[in-house]
Structures are given as C-alpha cells and as structure tokens.
C-alpha cells in the first residue's frame, strides 16, 4: 500500500525587484535543499515567481491589491513604523489572505532586500508561519563579502523553510530553547541567531564544515512533517 504523505503542496517564490540572479539562485537552491533532507524534494515543485506581476496589476499609477510582489512589499511599508523598514506581519497577513490560496493551494516565500521588522523586534531577517510561509531579508548581509554572504542567505532560507515545515515540533522536548520561537541547540541551521551577521557567519561556517544542515533530530523532525 502506498504512503500517504502530508502537506505536499507546491512553493511559490516571490523576489522584491533589485535582488540579484545569484541570489535568486540560492534562495531556490537552499529551498530545493531542504525538501531532499525532508524526503520530498521529488513530491514538491518550487515555482520561481521572480518579480511576479499579474497583467494590469496598475489602474492610475495605482498598485491593485494581490495583483504583485510590488503591492504586497508596498503593504508592509504602508503599515510600517517607519520608512525605511517594512513590517514583516503585515505582509504575512496579506500573503494569508490572497486568493491565490484558495485557487491553488501553495506554501508562499517572498524574499526582500529591504529590512524588515516584527513586532517587538527593531529588526528580524526572516518570520515564518508553520504550515504557511515566510518572508526574509537579505538586507543584513548585503555588506558581506560575497562568498560568505552567500553562505549566510542559504543558512537564513533554510531555517525559516525549516520553521514552515514544522522545526521545531512542539512534540520534541529535547535540545531545544524558547527564543523568539521553537529554535533547536545543537549544531544545525534551527538553531536561534539573535547576532546578526555574526551568529550566522559561524553557522553557515560550521555548515560548510560539518557538511550537514540539520541536525539528526531536526532531519526526523522535518521527515516526520510530511509523514
């Protein structure tokens, strides 16, 4: 008998206007990464949206609403405490309630260069919701040298992937630490990274040298997700 599997919906990837092609590609590397350690990198297609806007997604210079990447950022900044920041919730709210959900049920990533904020936080580089999506920042590692900055996106995309996919499990009792979420504390990419870039220098660091993203416990964790 065949295994039903879980959660398997599609990933729709959304770019702010402005964010390199080589970023682009990591952003959709580290994705695909994290389904193969899940086990359903051959079960879920990831769709590259780009700098996704729907035709007539303007009427008199005006964005429509759910009609672009453009009106969702637009939102965050709309909402936003102040102007040179977006307001991560407000994105993730409007991401919730697009119709495009209904159409086609979908786990949504939308990646800014912009920085972004949450509440009772003067910055985050990344919010997810289980079970929903996530929007990032690379804004924090823009001034990095390029290498390493690379390293450091693909280390933040898979661990707000990681948090859409269920890590860390409320189930799980050990190794784990409550900061700002369900964050894992062992050598792995859940692990909370309150320095920013300097936590995630390491990490990505001590992936590259261990060769693993997760740790065992957060590899079954992921598994079990879709189980």
């Not at 990447?69 to 102040?82: L, T």
């Not at 919730?89 to 949450?118: A, F, G, K």
């Not at 823009?142 to 996919?165: A, D, N, P, R, Y």
């Not at 936590?199 to 040298?209: G, N, P, Q, T, V």
């Amino acid at each position: 008998m065949a295994t039903i599997r879980k959660h398997l919906r599609p990933v729709f990837v959304m770019f702010q206007d402005g964010i390199s092609q080589v970023q682009i590609e990591v952003v959709l590397s580290s994705i695909n990464m994290v389904l193969l350690n899940a086990g359903v990198n051959n079960l879920i297609r990831v769709t590259n949206f780009g700098v996704w806007r729907n035709s007539g997604y303007q009427k008199n210079g005006k964005l429509l609403p759910y009609q672009s990447v453009d009106w969702y950022i637009a939102r965050g900044f709309q909402e936003s405490r102040n102007n040179h920041q977006a307001y991560v919730r407000e994105i993730l709210v409007q991401l919730w309630n697009e119709p495009w959900q209904i159409e086609t049920p979908h786990y949504d990533v939308v990646v800014l260069h912009s920085d972004i904020y949450d509440d009772n936080c003067n910055f985050v580089i990344g919010s997810a919701i289980k079970g929903f999506g996530m929007v990032i920042s690379i804004n924090r590692f823009e001034g990095l040298e390029h290498s390493i900055q690379i390293e450091c996106i693909k280390t933040e995309v898979m661990h707000e992937v990681g948090h859409v996919f269920g890590l860390v499990p409320n189930t799980r009792t050990s190794n784990i630490t409550e900061s700002l979420g369900r964050h894992c504390t062992n050598q792995c990419v859940m692990r909370q990274g309150l320095a920013v870039p300097h936590a995630w220098i390491r990490y990505s660091k001590e992936r590259l040298s261990s060769k693993q993203a997760f740790c065992s416990q957060c590899q079954q964790d992921l598994r079990n997700y879709f189980r």
